[in-house]
């Protein structure tokens, strides 16, 4: 019999958290619809567990290789861990992150709880400094929406010595292309809500970890601060999850395809893309004004924020307040989808070549 601690992901996401292969079991864990469980048992109360989400806890941990906990959000699960911070105490953070993560150090920092040092995660030298007095250093990478990557283990170490922990958002890369526990990171954290969910249709957070230790200190801020996913959130989780290499390797596929194509169209200045991933940034040649019309010239990519859908989309991030003065004006963040790649072209040239016409 295949020992199931040798499968590759592909397995591990497909088998990962099932119930037992046992006479009558359903294959798929059910949504267990519960506030509270008779007592004398471990489960208690709603709040606190829930069957269902732990079943994606059990699947998203085998592919992470820690102990996983599921929140209602990412932003949920952002919150719990900068909880933890002391008082006065120094979080080294990218300037280019998930905005909303930026806005809530922003908010903490104004409010006197911590200091955040916002650094350019790709200079490995600047981020190594930083760390030497912190106490927490949080990574993205590859960041949003500028798509830098950080040198994970080189800046592992140097917080290892500070005695810093050290989180990764590791939403774009996904578990299937980037373990940052493997890299020397503390914790992991995901919005499930983008590729692991990946069908636009749900909200959901994790942090997973392998310090059993750090793992109580969360279950139990997870129970005080209440921040839990719905049973009915997890089981859609879980069944994204599910085909996550499928959609993975088609977008990748795509995505690869497309950051050639748009090399060589006049109407595009610049591409982003860090070699892996379905994300990809374009800088539009004739700025702002040239991005927004893209955005509303095509008839397939569809103009929404947020990313990892099985559909395409894509939007000029600058239109939001939030997001950093030093991202270009006229960048479009592009999620690529699992749709035909020739379709997602044509729309996408078509958009393109009227910018170049006129
Ligand atoms: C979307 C996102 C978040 C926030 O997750 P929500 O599920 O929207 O709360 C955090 N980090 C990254 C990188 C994201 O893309």
Redo the contacts with the bound molecule.
Sequence with gaps: MADPASYRPATVAVTAGRPAHEPDNPLNEPITMASTYVAGGDREYGRYTNPTWTAFETALGALEGGRCLAF???????STLLDLVGQGQKVVAPRH??S??VMQLADLEARGRLHAELVDIADTAAVVKACADASLVWL?SP??PALELADIPVIAEAAREAGAYVVV????ATPLLQQPLDLGADLV??????FIAGHSDV???AVLTRDDELYGVLKGRRDLIGAVPGPFEAWLALRGLRTLHLRIERAQANAQELVRRLGEHPAVGEVRYPGFGAIVSIVLAEGALAADLLTHKTKLWVHAT???GVESTFERRRRWKSEAATIPDGLVRMSVGIEDIEDLWTDLKTALDTLTSS
């Design positions: 209602a959000s990412g932003l949920a699960t952002v992150a998930y909303g993560t993205e960041t949003n958002d590791n939403t774009f954290v995901h919005s499930a809500t983008k909200l959901m957070g947020s990313l990892g």
